[in-house]
């Protein structure tokens, strides 16, 4: 279960309306709001003045918010979107039945010098039964807690052999996950390639690549 203090407790129901009213949101993402979403629950709220850590350099504050779904699903727009609207770090719950998944995304400073944080890569956990699912408070700083949440959420996808931070291990994964794609695509183009020097050519791109990648992990 989620091991959270109850004096972070919020529990309070936000009308999904909140969202899809924007009126820079599209007629389908409003259609997925009305479709996927059933409800939309802010839980809990981690903060200095909620928990005894300090604040952070970055993560203000944590909200836990739980989404009860349709269907076993969501489109990740919707949790970019929702990431965009409020300025805070959010950890989401997605709940389907007595089944749930802990969502998270990596949210770096807007450049420019504003207050803005921008959603990058999102890393979840599997579908799990409501009671078996197991995130920790870990940290003596918002930012602390953030970072521990990222990591036991994304698992190994995070490990770092470096010994860098979390902004080089998401950096390493992003890399390693669009190196999966680029070598996928290629395979392709060799099986279907029949000039020879063309797969020559397309089969040292891909050595090449296999390479890079066997350097991320």
Do not use: C
Not at 52 to 79: C, F, H, S, Y
Request: overall charge neutral; aromatic content about 8%; hydrophobic content about 40%.
């Amino acid at each position: 279960m989620l091991d959270l203090p109850g004096s972070t407790v919020f529990n309070r129901r936000i009308p999904k309306q909140k969202f899809y009213e924007n009126l820079s949101v599209t007629a389908e993402l409003k259609r997925v709001f009305v479709e996927q979403i059933n409800a939309i629950y802010w839980r809990n709220k981690i903060a200095p003045s909620t928990v005894n850590i300090a604040a952070g350099e970055t993560v203000a504050e944590i909200e836990v918010i739980e989404i009860r779904l349709n269907q076993p699903g969501l489109d990740k727009r919707v949790l970019q979107l929702i990431d965009r609207e409020i300025p805070y770090h959010i950890l989401f719950l997605l709940v389907y039945e007595e089944q749930m998944q802990a969502w998270i995304g990596y949210k770096e400073q807007s450049q420019g010098g504003t207050a803005a944080f921008k959603p990058g890569t999102y890393y979840n956990t599997e579908w799990q039964p409501v009671n078996e699912i197991s995130l920790r408070i870990d940290g003596l700083s918002t930012d602390a807690v953030y970072e521990g949440f990222i990591r036991q959420i994304a698992g190994e996808r995070l490990e770092d052999k470096t010994g860098g931070g979390l902004k080089d291990a998401v950096a390493r994964d992003e890399r390693r996950q669009k190196l999966q794609k680029e070598i996928a695509v290629l395979e392709n183009k060799v099986r279907r390639e029949k000039q020879f020097n063309i797969q020559v050519a397309l089969n040292g791109e891909l050595k090449r690549l296999r390479k890079e990648l066997e350097g991320l992990k």
